[in-house]
């Protein structure tokens, strides 16, 4: 499977700032994911990340909040704005193979603390 | 409702133990079908595919029930280090996975 990097591993932010998180993968890859998890609760999708436009955003999240890059069919960037004790969390990419019935694959995640 | 459902749990098991998970699936158009292994504090990994006829690898065997919408987890001789949170994944051939909430197995000694 994708080996997929993803940095920063952990960060710990004050409140109102931002923090960019990047999601490189070792292979092209048509589909990649951000996700959000919670202290003790289940994934849930933030967005797709579409190579060459906008990404597409689930519902209860925006673009002015989570501002989502996708310059190629390798690397993705995920920003959390205007950083608030609520965004405290693990984020994750995740990469699904191009062709079929093909499972997704996560990065390590970034654990991040907001102060 | 939810696309992909599972309880939640925790499953509480002696070592040795049979465990058998269920998830159902909504969406009777969904084509592809995973478990996964989320450990406390890490990723989820992907733990295996399950095929419609069924598959099974070492201590897991995976099952597809289409006509009821659910597919199954047993793990066989349960050992510690099986504790995790086990989540299913059902997706539509080249769309995004959907992911159920997870079900937390303890397995204790």
């Known amino acids: 499977s994708a080996v997929i990097s993803q940095k920063p591993s952990r960060d710990i932010c004050q409140r109102g700032t931002s923090l960019t998180i990047q999601c490189q993968v070792d292979s092209q890859v048509t589909m990649m994911f951000w996700y959000r998890q919670q202290p003790g609760q289940s994934l849930t999708l933030i967005a797709t990340?579409?190579?060459?436009?906008?990404?597409?955003?689930e519902s209860g999240f925006v673009i002015d909040k989570f501002p989502i890059s996708r310059p190629n069919l390798t690397f993705s960037t995920l920003t959390v704005s205007n950083l608030s004790p609520e965004d405290s969390s693990i984020y994750l990419c995740?990469?699904?193979?191009?062709?079929?019935?093909?499972?997704?694959?996560f990065g390590d995640g970034t654990r991040l603390s907001i102060l | 409702r939810k696309e992909v459902e599972q309880d939640p749990g925790p499953f509480n098991v002696p070592e040795g133990a049979t465990v058998a998970f269920n998830c159902t699936y909504s969406?009777?158009?969904?084509?592809?079908f995973f478990w996964y292994r989320q450990d406390c504090r890490k990723e989820p990994k992907l733990l295996m595919s399950?095929?419609?006829s069924g598959n099974e690898d070492g201590r897991f065997t995976a099952q597809l029930n289409r006509a009821s919408q659910y597919i199954s987890l047993l793990i066989r001789d349960s050992k510690l280090s099986d504790s995790a949170t086990y989540l299913c994944a059902a997706g539509l051939g080249g769309q995004k996975l959907v992911f159920g909430t997870g079900t937390r197995l303890l397995v204790s000694p």
């Open positions: 995740s990469v699904k193979p191009s062709g079929g019935n093909q499972p997704q694959h």
């Open positions: 990340a579409n190579q060459g436009s906008e990404a597409t955003y």
């Open positions: 399950v095929y419609s």
């Open positions: 969406n009777s158009a969904s084509q592809s």
